[in-house]
């Protein structure tokens, strides 16, 4: 999953109801904003994340993390810091579970703060479907929510479940299991992608093909790079530029874009886009909505998106492109 780190953290989630944001007061703190850039929580944190499954992770002025709900009431006291609160990419409540690192090991907290997977993996991903991938002595495995193994360490590297199949590495070479570890589609692509939408993109040689989960061709490889199906459409690299395809291989929306977020695509009936190194918005016919303005955009979520200007800056803006809410530089 994409996160920038500017003035707060915004990860993609479904569950976007508040947006962190940096406010314009001496210190510079963090509150959270409603979609018409109300502050409903107001700054008092060093540092803050978005929401995810009701809870936020914040930092307070002393350095220490702990997560809030949305009217701002500590739920895990503050108690971990930089050295315990996990790898930037995970400290976010998925499937009821968040990962949290001590002594060097990652493990699993419950939304009271409690450890209830203790920490004994050198890394882990979020829950999905029931079941993390974890790391041991660089073997990738899965567990499930009371920490036992579903799948033993074992493979080189691993993705987790979507669709109830899990992207795996074993020697050089990527297939997929199903739940129990069985392999169902054997190891033959360079690189492998999480099913979406009932396909999943794979490199063999050279090129970007999409497989169903019979493992067989649906759209057989013939791009430079793809990334998974959402809403009916698939980014592609065709010569050095992106577009997007349907579910039949064809191209709908011409190759012109520099760049598309990987394992995004559209969302909400838009996508974002780079093109000559400015950021926009298109629809699906492939027609600007938002001209390419800004340094950097993630998709919209519940009709906001977080972009980003110049220094570093960021805004939230709605459907229309106007400013609902900007930080201060």
Not at 195 to 206: D, K, Q, S, T
């Amino acid at each position: 999953m994409l996160i920038i780190t500017t003035a707060c953290n915004h990860q993609q989630t479904e569950e976007v109801d508040l947006w962190a944001v940096r406010s314009g007061d001496r210190l510079g703190l963090c509150g959270f904003v409603d979609k018409h850039g109300e502050f409903v929580i107001e700054p008092q944190f060093y540092f803050a994340d978005d929401f995810s499954e009701g809870l936020a992770r914040v930092e307070t002025r002393e350095g220490m993390w702990g997560f809030i709900d949305q009217q701002g009431n500590y739920v895990i006291e503050p108690q971990f810091d930089d050295d315990n609160i996990g790898i930037w990419t995970k400290p976010f409540f998925s499937e009821g579970l968040a990962a949290v690192a001590k002594d060097s090991k990652m493990g699993f907290i419950d939304k009271t703060g409690k450890f209830v997977i203790n920490p004994q993996f050198d890394d882990v991903e979020e829950f999905h479907e029931g079941l993390a991938v974890v790391e041991l002595n660089e073997k990738y495995g899965f567990i499930n929510k009371l920490g036992n193994y579903v799948v033993e360490p074992q493979f080189d590297w691993a993705f987790g479940f979507n669709e109830g199949l899990a992207a795996v590495e074993i020697d050089g070479k990527m297939g997929f299991i199903n739940k129990t570890g069985e392999i169902v589609i054997n190891p033959q692509f360079e690189l492998a992608e999480r099913f979406n939408e009932g396909l999943a993109a794979v490199i063999i040689g050279e090129k970007s093909g999409f497989i169903n989960k019979q493992g067989a061709f649906v759209i057989n490889p013939q791009f430079d790079w793809a990334y998974g199906f959402s809403e009916g459409l698939a980014a592609v690299k065709i010569d050095e530029k992106m577009g997007f395809i349907d579910k039949t291989g064809k191209v709908v929306i011409s190759p012109q874009y520099d760049w598309v977020p990987g394992e995004i695509g559209f969302h909400e009936g838009l996508a974002c886009v780079s093109i000559d190194k400015a950021w926009g918005f298109i629809d699906k016919q492939g027609n600007f909505v938002i001209n390419p303005q800004y340094e950097y955009a993630l998709p919209y979520h519940n009709g906001i998106a977080v972009v980003v200007v110049k220094y570093n800056k960021d805004c939230l803006i709605d459907e229309q492109g106007n400013v609902v809410y900007a930080e201060p530089f």
